[in-house]
C-alpha cells in the first residue's frame, strides 16, 4: 500500500499551494532529536530502512484522490497528486549507529512538496524505532554480559507493526532471542518461549503439566514454577527433570515475587540435586533497572525477558523530534524560535575516536581523523543498493558500543556528549540568521 495519506492535513495543503504556485525547487528537510530524554545519554539510530521502502512506492491511489476531494481540494490539485512520486535523493545515518542531540539523523533532498508530504511518516518510523532501539541497548548495557536477553513485548506493543519492529530492533543490539514468531520468520531470529499458567492450571496437578510438556518438548523443556509455590514447583520440576534426564536442556522460569532472592533459593535446589545446568529464566515487568539491580545483586539469573516496560519504551515513551527545512532553491535557511533554532542547510555529522561528534556542512571536508556520519541511501527516488542486513546494523552498533563514554552509559543520571559545530557551519549559521532577522526587520543583534 503507497499510503500517501499517511500524512498530517497541513502537509497536504501546503503541499497544495507549492504546486499551486509553481513551487517545484530542491528543498532539503533535517530530520533529528532536539533534545534526549533526561535518561538517555544517547539514541541509537533506527528506521531509516523501513523509510526507504516506503518512499520508493510513495504515489496517490484512484481511492486517495476521491477522498481528498470530500476534503475540498480542487481538480487541478488532484490531477497534480495524482502524477506524483517521491523523486528524491536521501542521505541517513545507517541503522545501528549510536547518534546524539541535534544531529541529523536523516535528510530528504525533493520537489519542495514531496519533502514536504513525506515529514509525517519518516518521523513517526525513525521516532518509533530510534526510541525502541535505544531502549533495547540500554538493557543490553544493564545485563552486563551476564544475562541472556529475551524480548517479550508482542502482547503489550501499541500496534502489531511495532511488535515486529520491537523483536528486529532488540535482535539489532544483542538480544538473543524472542518470543515473536512472525518477527523470527521475517527477520531469522531465534523464536522462543515457554508455557503460561494457564498450560499448569489445566492440568489437576502441576506435576502433571511438567511431565506432560516434557514428554512434548524434551529438547526444549523450561518449566514455570510460580503458578502456586515458587519453590514447590522448582522441587516438582526437578523431580520431573531427573526422572527423565533433562539436566542439559531445561530451565526454570520466575515470573513473580522477589525475583532475585527466588534465584538464590531455586539455584541452591537445583545444585543441591546436581542440576548445574539447569538454568533460571526470569520474567514478569522488568527492564534495564531491573536487569542493573540482579547483576549488582550477584543474582544467578542465567536468561531474562523483557516485555511491555520494553516494547513501549516505558519510562522514556517519545523523542522531542524535529523534521526541519533547512535548505530551498539553493537557499539555506533557518528557524529563529526560541529554544527551536535550526542550523541551517544540507549537513554532515563528523565522527572522531570515542563518538566526539561535530556537524558540519555537507559538502565541507572531513576533519582529520573523522568519518561522515550520513550515508547516501536514495537517489532519484530509487534506494542504492540492497536494503541493509541486521547483522551489519548489529555490528555498527556494536562498533559505536565500544567507543561510548561511560557517562552517556549510566541509566539514571547520564551526561551526554555535545556535539561540535564546525567553523564553517557557524559562520554560515551567523550570515543566515542576520539574513532573516534582517528580512523579519528585527534588531540585528535580537535572538
Known sequence: MPGALLTDLYELRMAASYLRHG??????????VRNLPPSRGFLVAAGAESCCEWLEQFSF?????????????????????????????????????IVFANE???????????????????????????????KAARCRLAAAGKIDLVEFGFRRTQGVETGIAVARLSAMVGFSATSNVEAARRYGLTATGTMA?????????????????????????TFLVDTYDTLAGVARAIEVIESRGLAQHSGIRLDSGDLAQLAVAARSLLDAAGLFDVRIFVSGGL??????RFVAAGAPINAAGLGTRLGVSADAP???????????????????????????????????AELRDAIGCRDEAAPAGTVGLLEEMMRSGRRLGSPDSLSAARGRF??????????ARDLTHPVTPVCEITARLSRLTEQVRAAARQRAGLEVGSP
Open 287 to 292: 527492564d534495564e533497572y531491573d536487569l542493573a
Open 398 to 407: 556494536e562498533a559505536d558500543l565500544r567507543e561510548l563514554p561511560d557517562a
Open 23 to 32: 513551487m517545484d525547487a530542491p528543498a532539503t528537510f533535517s530530520l533529528f
Open 61 to 97: 491511489e484512484d481511492g486517495d484522490l476521491t477522498y481528498l476531494a470530500t476534503l475540498g481540494f480542487d481538480d487541478a490539485t488532484l490531477a497534480s497528486f495524482s502524477e506524483l512520486h517521491f523523486t528524491g535523493d536521501v542521505v541517513a545515518v545507517p541503522e545501528g549507529r
Open 104 to 134: 541529523p539523523i536523516l535528510e530528504v533532498t525533493a520537489p519542495i512538496a514531496e519533502a514536504q508530504l513525506v515529514e509525517t511518516y519518516l518521523l513517526n518510523k525513525v521516532s518509533l524505532q530510534s526510541m525502541l532501539a535505544t
Open 197 to 221: 499458567h494457564s498450560y499448569i492450571e489445566a492440568f489437576e496437578h502441576e506435576v502433571d503439566a511438567f511431565s506432560t510438556f516434557a514428554s512434548d518438548f524434551p529438547d526444549q523443556t
Open 318 to 352: 517519545y523523542l522531542d523530534s524535529a523534521y526541519k527545512l533547512v535548505a530551498y532553491d539553493g537557499r539555506p535557511v533557518a528557524k529563529l524560535s526560541e529554544a527551536k533554532a535550526t542550523l541551517p542547510g544540507p549537513k554532515q555529522v563528523f565522527r572522531g
